[in-house]
């Protein structure tokens, strides 16, 4: 049985529409794998963020009371707390001079571990 002209472009139009409904559901499917991957990776990144950031709170503190504690003791090798909190306050200004002075070093370190990091992320995906 043959179909007119008119029943062609009903079934031809038909099928575009099928098939433009299809292409629009699989975007918006890729779309939303795309977010969910992109959430993914940021929520990983933020935690290891986060624990970092613990960390260095922590050496932070500790390090504080360190430098505390030798003031403290430089100040009574020198019979003078003031002679002993000046030695320790210069050696944090060496020390911050130190890490000025190499910060394109500190920033590339950063940098390399970041991707590689983002690398492992992503390995472990596949």
Do not use: P, Q, W
């Amino acid at each position: 049985m043959m179909l007119n002209n008119s029943e062609e472009e009903k079934d031809l139009n038909t099928l575009i529409e099928e098939i433009k409904l299809e292409l629009l559901s699989y975007i918006n499917r890729r779309v939303r794998l795309f977010k969910l991957d992109a959430f993914e990776k940021a929520s990983i990144s933020a935690s290891g963020l986060g624990y970092v950031l613990i960390v260095l709170a922590i050496v932070a503190v500790i390090l504080f009371f360190l430098l505390i504690g030798m003031a403290f003791f430089v100040g009574e090798l020198l019979n003078s707390l003031a002679a002993g909190f000046g030695i320790m306050a210069l050696f944090s200004l060496f020390v911050l001079l130190i890490i000025v002075l190499c910060r394109k070093l500190i920033k590339r370190s950063i940098l390399h571990t970041t991707i590689k990091f983002i690398r492992k992320v992503e390995a472990d995906e596949d």
